[in-house]
């Protein structure tokens, strides 16, 4: 989610000397990942894809919104873990430097994913050869009728393995984001939606407000949308709970009553608008957590697309919506370029007054029938990330059209607040859907709820950072928190 940072130019500079890493450290890091390649199992970083383009199965693309510098990051990854597997990821920052923690977690939280799976797999080809026994010798005393079981149990120790994958990775990313000294994550964060693919199985890790939404063929052979993931806002019962049990306090501002969001227990800050995001450390003591959702879904031949997309496109789309815009699409490599451009138009015509937020989409299509309407001016330039992606010590402030380039004016029409500012929900339909989906919660030692963590003051910032200033809909953080001296110690 994009905010409105607001903080005065000498601050900015003193903030980027500390936090942007250079391009010294960028050297490393590649060095980095040239080592993990080699030692690691030797991921294919040629099919990583994270800037506007298309591949075989999938597109992305991204549009900067009016609030400052794009913070949303996006990736696909094919050949992920083998010829059959795919990772493809939405990464929402929110924050002063939420643009560097997504891009951050979009650079690592796959590797970790790879790491972890590889060594998860070796014990899970151990119970196989200790089941495959037992069921010889069922077979042999007892009727034929085991394939169901059989197929049943290898479905649970499958997605038991990626559980704990996804538990593991999301973990130590977050612990990496707290230690690393180029970023400031104290009040900066991002949500993360990934989906691996593997086979016909679709194995889904979330937190925080991004969205995942499956495009099915109903049985009239019109689209419908299935909602893979929960928003993980404040106002879910079960998270507000779990805050409020830490101290934090949930309440939503006068203005936008709709939108509760999470507060420090003795300073009404940061307010952030959701309930787990990676970073946000000001808040991690406090019941906000980096634990995600995890789910699986068994493919069929009626499923067609999934769609991964930031809020900026849910605020102003339905998943009934989005699934009829990308079936729609001139061409599938075109879809989400399409989704993104209908969500803007929305945009200005429903919230005229308002800065539009990021948006990024990835249209991920499960029948891999991309290749006869690829064309050359279509296929990405940049799926060979490591070339191309631009070094994290230089961020442009400037805004500029995403089609035609050129600057954007920045100043506003000044104009009435809104008063109703949330987040499309599904509709009663598509919830009922979020049924079906195998939801399983952390284990009891990864539950515990709250970290026992000691807030550091935030350094560089003597003045309040407001998300709300201008006219605004739902920003992830409203401002950030002033430490007095005292607490700093």
Same mark, same amino acid.
């Given at each position: 989610?994009?905010?409105?940072?607001?903080?005065?130019?000498?601050?900015?500079?003193?903030?980027?000397?500390?936090?942007?890493?250079?391009?010294?450290?960028?050297?490393?890091?590649?060095?980095?990942?040239?080592?993990?390649?080699?030692?690691?199992?030797?991921?294919?970083?040629?099919?990583?894809?994270?800037?506007?383009?298309?591949?075989?199965?999938?597109?992305?693309?991204?549009?900067?919104?009016?609030?400052?510098?794009?913070?949303?990051?996006?990736?696909?990854?094919?050949?992920?873990?083998?010829?059959?597997?795919?990772?493809?990821?939405?990464?929402?920052?929110?924050?002063?430097?939420?643009?560097?923690?997504?891009?951050?977690?979009?650079?690592?939280?796959?590797?970790?994913?790879?790491?972890?799976?590889?060594?998860?797999?070796?014990?899970?080809?151990?119970?196989?050869?200790?089941?495959?026994?037992?069921?010889?010798?069922?077979?042999?005393?007892?009727?034929?009728?085991?394939?169901?079981?059989?197929?049943?149990?290898?479905?649970?120790?499958?997605?038991?393995?990626?559980?704990?994958?996804?538990?593991?990775?999301?973990?130590?990313?977050?612990?990496?984001?707290?230690?690393?000294?180029?970023?400031?994550?104290?009040?900066?964060?991002?949500?993360?939606?990934?989906?691996?693919?593997?086979?016909?199985?679709?194995?889904?890790?979330?937190?925080?407000?991004?969205?995942?939404?499956?495009?099915?063929?109903?049985?009239?052979?019109?689209?419908?949308?299935?909602?893979?993931?929960?928003?993980?806002?404040?106002?879910?019962?079960?998270?507000?709970?779990?805050?409020?049990?830490?101290?934090?306090?949930?309440?939503?501002?006068?203005?936008?009553?709709?939108?509760?969001?999470?507060?420090?227990?003795?300073?009404?800050?940061?307010?952030?608008?959701?309930?787990?995001?990676?970073?946000?450390?000001?808040?991690?003591?406090?019941?906000?957590?980096?634990?995600?959702?995890?789910?699986?879904?068994?493919?069929?031949?009626?499923?067609?697309?999934?769609?991964?997309?930031?809020?900026?496109?849910?605020?102003?789309?339905?998943?009934?919506?989005?699934?009829?815009?990308?079936?729609?699409?001139?061409?599938?490599? %075109?879809?989400?370029? +399409?989704? $993104?451009? /209908?969500? #803007?138009?929305?945009? =200005? !015509?429903?919230?005229?007054? @308002?800065?539009?937020?990021?948006?990024?989409?990835?249209?991920?299509?499960?029948?891999?029938?991309?290749?006869?309407?690829?064309?050359?001016?279509?296929?990405?330039?940049?799926?060979?990330?490591?070339?191309?992606?631009?070094?994290?010590?230089?961020?442009?402030?400037?805004?500029?059209?995403?089609?035609?380039?050129?600057?954007?004016?920045?100043?506003?029409?000044?104009?009435?607040?809104?008063?109703?500012?949330?987040?499309?929900?599904?509709?009663?339909?598509?919830?009922?859907?979020?049924?079906?989906?195998?939801?399983?919660?952390?284990?009891?030692?990864?539950?515990?709820?709250?970290?026992?963590?000691?807030?550091?003051?935030?350094?560089?910032?003597?003045?309040?950072?407001?998300? %709300?200033?201008?006219? +605004?809909? $739902?920003? /992830?953080? #409203?401002?950030?928190? =002033? !430490?007095?001296?005292?607490? @700093?110690?």
């Amino acid at each position: 989610m994009g905010s409105c940072a607001s903080v005065n130019k000498k601050a900015n500079e003193e903030q980027d000397s500390s936090c942007m890493p250079t391009l010294r450290w960028r050297k490393r890091h590649l060095e980095a990942l040239n080592y993990y390649s080699a030692e690691d199992g030797d991921p294919n970083f040629s099919k990583r894809m994270c800037s506007n383009g298309a591949s075989k199965v999938a597109c992305v693309f991204t549009q900067q919104g009016r609030k400052g510098v794009n913070q949303d990051a996006m990736v696909v990854w094919e050949d992920f873990l083998s010829d059959d597997t795919i990772f493809c990821g939405i990464f929402d920052g929110h924050g002063p430097y939420g643009h560097l923690v997504a891009r951050k977690v979009r650079d690592s939280l796959p590797m970790k994913l790879h790491s972890y799976w590889q060594s998860f797999k070796d014990k899970t080809n151990d119970n196989n050869d200790t089941d495959r026994n037992h069921y010889k010798k069922k077979a042999r005393n007892g009727p034929n009728d085991l394939d169901g079981e059989i197929s049943s149990a290898k479905e649970s120790r499958l997605f038991s393995a990626w559980k704990e994958t996804y538990l593991k990775a999301y973990k130590v990313m977050d612990k990496e984001l707290r230690s690393n000294s180029t970023v400031d994550c104290f009040c900066s964060g991002s949500t993360a939606v990934s989906v691996v693919k593997q086979g016909q199985y679709l194995f889904i890790g979330n937190i925080g407000d991004s969205r995942a939404v499956l495009g099915t063929k109903a049985a009239d052979d019109s689209i419908s949308a299935i909602q893979l993931t929960v928003d993980l806002k404040p106002n879910l019962p079960r998270e507000a709970e779990r805050i409020q049990r830490c101290r934090g306090r949930v309440f939503a501002l006068q203005d936008e009553p709709e939108v509760h969001r999470v507060w420090l227990p003795y300073d009404d800050a940061p307010g952030l608008a959701m309930a787990r995001a990676f970073g946000d450390f000001c808040l991690k003591e406090y019941g906000v957590i980096a634990i995600p959702e995890v789910s699986y879904r068994l493919l069929t031949e009626r499923d067609q697309f999934v769609v991964l997309a930031s809020d900026g496109v849910w605020d102003v789309l339905s998943n009934e919506e989005v699934v009829h815009i990308v079936s729609s699409a001139p061409t599938r490599s %075109l879809a989400a370029r +399409t989704l $993104v451009e /209908s969500a #803007v138009r929305e945009w =200005r !015509f429903k919230y005229p007054t @308002s800065k539009m937020d990021d948006c990024a989409v990835v249209c991920l299509y499960l029948d891999t029938k991309m290749d006869a309407q690829l064309g050359p001016e279509n296929i990405s330039t940049s799926s060979n990330v490591i070339d191309q992606m631009e070094p994290f010590g230089v961020v442009s402030n400037e805004l500029k059209d995403t089609f035609s380039g050129q600057k954007i004016d920045q100043k506003e029409e000044e104009g009435p607040l809104l008063q109703r500012l949330f987040t499309l929900r599904a509709t009663d339909a598509s919830q009922s859907c979020l049924q079906s989906i195998v939801i399983l919660e952390p284990s009891k030692e990864l539950k515990d709820g709250c970290e026992e963590n000691v807030l550091e003051p935030l350094d560089a910032i003597d003045q309040n950072w407001s998300g %709300l200033e201008g006219v +605004t809909r $739902v920003n /992830s953080l #409203v401002h950030l928190p =002033r !430490f007095p001296e005292e607490k @700093s110690l």
